[in-house]
Nanobody, 121 residues
Framework: QVQLVESGGGVVQRGGSLRLSCVAS????????IGWFRQAPGKAREGVAC????????YTDSSVKARFTISRDNDKNTVYLQLSNAKSEDTAVYYC??????????????WGQGTQVTVAS
């Protein structure tokens, strides 16, 4: 089973950009559909975007799609989530996970430990 590690979180100014990385510390990402999720304080975890093994992408809604970009580099065993025009509501712990792209984007077992993103005004 692939093991996932997120990185790239931190403090970003409102309107700024940040890129999160999800790396497979064990196993390979290349054959896995991967999703990004987030959990804000006091709220349930929610999906953000997912990418299939063949790099098809889905986003939760149009607002997310306008500001987030999910991509992958299988040579680097990494999936990225680029956040642009950060808003205060983007403050959350961000997780990557293996998913089933067709279900759609339903988590399928492996989760990373999360990385904190804080948007400062």
């Amino acid at each position: 089973q692939v093991q996932l590690v997120e990185s790239g979180g931190g403090v970003v100014q409102r309107g700024g950009s940040l890129r999160l990385s999800c790396v497979a510390s064990a196993g390979t990402l290349a054959q896995n559909d991967i999703g990004w999720f987030r959990q804000a304080p006091g709220k349930a975890r929610e999906g953000v975007a997912c990418i299939s093994a063949l790099s098809s992408t889905r986003y939760t809604d149009s607002s997310v799609k306008a500001r987030f970009t999910i991509s992958r580099d299988n040579d680097k065993n990494t999936v990225y989530l680029q956040l642009s025009n950060a808003k205060s509501e983007d403050t959350a712990v961000y997780y990557c996970a293996t998913v089933d792209y067709e279900l759609p984007c339903r988590p399928s077992g492996s989760w990373g430990q999360g990385t904190q993103v804080t948007v400062a005004s």
